[in-house]
């Protein structure tokens, strides 16, 4: 198990409403202090979140809820992020805690129905709510900085409301057209990753639970997005069952049809760089896999949950019995931590793949630039052999590459030595955090201002800023959105064209 967390702090308010819905929660559980009849606008949430529940479950947890507002925008910040204790989860807990939150507060409402009839009798019913609102904050504030931001929604009555009303939906077939899903477009896409599930606030884990019309449905989905927003592969969007249905009809593209499970054994780890190696994995079982340049691998690193890490090929796979990958360890990094620690020449590995046609080049291109920063230069090892040896068609191929040092450009001298010897290639690097001799300073965008990309087909691989800033060059310069392809471990779907292209 590696130690850096397997969760993952991150957006969860992607409107207006969830950002701020927690002033609400403010409003009443302070300001009701001094003006209870405050506390009797929960009653329009009791209304609003029952009412929701009953055509899309608890849609109203992830997009509405002031307290779950608070929990994921002024609290994550503080919290600790941990795993939430099982029992927490369970149906004994659901239903315990449902019975003693009621009883409690129906004694309250009936304590204040009372002064039904006297003046004070609204200000004593708003303030049994102010009171909850109060409780609920302090306790679920807590368990959000200690445990998890989410931990309270794990057993809040609220919840169990909810998920009874959206019971009652199912039963009457209402959901059916009104309920939408996490949906995966096409589970032969998807790296296995487990961001889905690390971003989660829920900790849930759809990537393992997609169902026979590729649609996540668990009673505990909140509908917030958060995973579609995270997915690397850009495979999930949140949908109706008719859209799925739809979805699951679209052809799997070209580069996933040959994807297998494959064993493979370590044959070397090669030390590139500090945290950069590259592994040669022999096929086992099958013993033969045809790949192509520019496409990418996946390599398990746990068992359980079951999560594998993609891999662009480095490898020129002439032999069809090897892959490498070079892979580089991310700081506080889940998975590279696994494979650098505990990955030793002789094991034997699962692999996925292989998998992608983004970076594969189309027949008929005729020029190409190859656009690379940090990592994103794998692909683009093999790639640059193969179009040169294998495409004669091909007119010009201009390889760009940044890296922060100059003994981070991985395979410098061979891109040189090939620039020398084949006209059609041209290769540029250029480092942006010192002054090295021959290199220029600054990053892959300074050089791509320079060149002329008339009539070419561009090629983006790396961090999401660097693909964003190339195409906004590139398009300046007359590229249109498809004439670009690109791959990046963060998802990139501000860019026009992305919904064609996605990576993974
Ligand atoms: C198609 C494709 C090809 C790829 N090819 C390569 C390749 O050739 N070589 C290569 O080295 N990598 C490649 N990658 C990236 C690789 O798949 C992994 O994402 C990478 O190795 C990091 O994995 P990890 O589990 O160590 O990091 P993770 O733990 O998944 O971390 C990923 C990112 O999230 C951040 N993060 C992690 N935990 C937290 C937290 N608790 N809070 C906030 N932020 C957090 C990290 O800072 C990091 O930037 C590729 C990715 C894709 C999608
Ligand atoms: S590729 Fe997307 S759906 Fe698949 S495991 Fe990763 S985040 Fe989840
Ligand atoms: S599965 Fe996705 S939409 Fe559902 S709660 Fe988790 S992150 Fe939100």
Redesign the pocket.
């Given at each position: 198990m590696?130690a850096?967390?397997?969760?993952?702090?991150?957006n969860r308010a992607f409107t207006g409403l969830r950002r701020y819905a927690w002033i609400f929660t403010l409003l009443v559980a302070i300001g009701g202090l001094w003006e209870p009849k405050l506390g009797l606008l929960v009653l329009l949430v009791m209304g609003g979140l029952t009412v929701t529940a009953f055509f899309s479950g608890r849609f109203w947890c992830g997009n509405v809820c002031p307290h779950g507002s608070l929990f994921d925008v002024i609290l994550q910040p503080l919290s600790t992020?941990r795993k939430i204790p099982d029992f927490l989860k369970s149906k004994p807990m659901m239903i315990g805690f449902f019975i003693f939150f009621m009883f409690n507060f129906g004694r309250r409402v009936m304590g204040a129905f009372q002064a039904w009839g006297t003046y004070s009798f609204l200000d004593r019913l708003g303030f049994v709510f102010v009171f909850t609102y109060l409780v609920v904050m302090m306790l679920g504030g807590a368990l959000a900085i200690f445990a998890n931001p989410r931990t309270w929604c794990q057993f809040c009555p609220m919840g169990s409301i909810q998920k009874v009303s959206y019971s009652l939906g199912k039963t009457t077939g209402v959901t059916n057209k009104t309920d939408r899903l996490v949906t995966i477009s096409n589970p032969d896409m998807c790296?296995k990753?487990g961001?889905c599930a690390?971003v989660c606030p829920f900790q849930l884990e759809p990537y393992l639970e997609f169902n026979e019309n590729h649609q996540f449905d668990n009673a505990n989905c909140i509908r917030c997005a958060t995973c579609v927003e995270n997915c690397?592969?850009g495979i999930l969007s949140i949908e109706n069952p008719a859209t799925a249905m739809e979805l699951k009809e679209d052809p799997l593209p070209a580069g996933y049809l040959n994807r297998q499970h494959i064993t493979a054994t370590i044959t070397s780890i090669n030390d590139l760089e500090e945290d950069?190696k590259e592994f040669t994995f022999r096929f086992e079982e099958p013993s033969e896999v045809h790949y192509e340049a520019g496409q990418?691998m996946l390599v398990k690193?746990t068992e359980n949950p079951e999560a594998y890490?993609?891999?662009?090929i480095?490898s020129f796979g002439e032999d069809h019995q090897h892959v490498s990958?070079?892979?580089?360890?991310?700081?506080?990094?889940?998975?590279?931590?696994?494979?650098f620690d505990q990955f030793k020449e002789g094991d034997k590995v699962e692999l996925e793949g292989p998998?992608?046609d983004v970076l594969v080049p189309e027949a008929g291109t005729e020029k190409m630039i190859f656009v690379a920063n940090g990592?994103?230069i794998?692909?683009f090892i093999p790639l640059v052999k193969d179009v040169l040896e294998n495409r004669k068609d091909v007119k010009s191929v201009k390889l760009i590459t940044g890296q922060r040092y100059a003994k981070d450009l991985l395979y410098h001298d061979y891109f040189r030595e090939m620039d020398e010897k084949d006209e059609r290639f041209e290769y540029q690097a250029i480092v942006s955090r010192e002054d090295a001799a021959g290199l220029p300073r600054g990053h892959v965008t300074k050089l791509l201002k320079e060149i002329n990309a008339a009539g070419s087909k561009a090629y983006l691989?790396g961090t999401k800023v660097m693909v964003v800033d190339a195409h906004r060059i590139l398009t300046e310069k007359g590229l249109k959105p498809e004439d670009f392809f690109f791959?990046?471990?963060e998802k990139i779907s501000e860019l026009p064209g992305t919904e064609q292209k996605k990576?993974?």
């Open positions: 590696s850096a967390n397997y969760y993952i702090k991150t992020n790296h990753c961001k690390r690397p592969a950069l990418f690193v890490r993609a891999y662009s480095s990958m070079i892979i580089k360890k991310v700081e506080k990094g889940y998975g590279t931590e696994i494979i998998m992608g990592i994103g794998t692909p691989c791959e990046s471990e990576t993974a």
